[in-house]
């Protein structure tokens, strides 16, 4: 069976970066809809950015321009660049998988279409 390996969480300042990484075994980043979501503490776990199989992302309004979704096949691994990061930005952020390619834009996106889930990492923010 594959399994989801999230990595490269931590504390940062306001305004500071992150590098998200997922690694995957058993699976192909090549094919599907691949995505990273969050969940912050009191609130409901949400999308934050997806990349279809051919490359393209979608992201959610608060997170453009900040944030960069990308992934290297030939390491069958999926990124989540993060900038200019915000208090708001706390949370633990999963990557997960569907078995069919992004067919929705963020944010109407339903979490029961993603059926491969990492055990999540967590990132905070002070000011």
């Known amino acids: 069976q594959g399994t989801l390996a999230e990595s490269g969480g931590g504390s940062v300042q306001a305004g500071g970066s992150l590098r998200l990484s997922c690694s995957v075994a058993?699976?192909?980043?090549?094919?599907?809809?691949w995505g990273w979501f969050r969940q912050a503490p009191g609130k409901e776990r949400e999308g934050v950015a997806i990349?279809?199989?051919?490359?393209?992302?979608n992201y959610r309004s608060s997170v453009k321009g900040r944030f960069t979704v990308s992934k290297d096949n030939a390491k069958n691994t999926l990124y989540l660049q993060m900038n200019s990061l915000q208090v708001e930005d706390t949370a633990i952020y999963y990557c997960?998988?569907?078995?069919?390619?992004?067919?929705?834009?963020?944010?109407?996106?339903?979490?029961?279409?993603?059926?491969?889930w990492g055990q999540g990492t967590q990132v905070t923010v002070s000011s």
């Open positions: 058993g699976y192909s980043v090549s094919n599907n809809c």
């Open positions: 997960a998988a569907e078995t069919l390619d992004c067919s929705v834009t963020l944010p109407d996106i339903f979490l029961d279409s993603f059926n491969y």
């Open positions: 990349i279809d199989s051919g490359g393209k992302p």
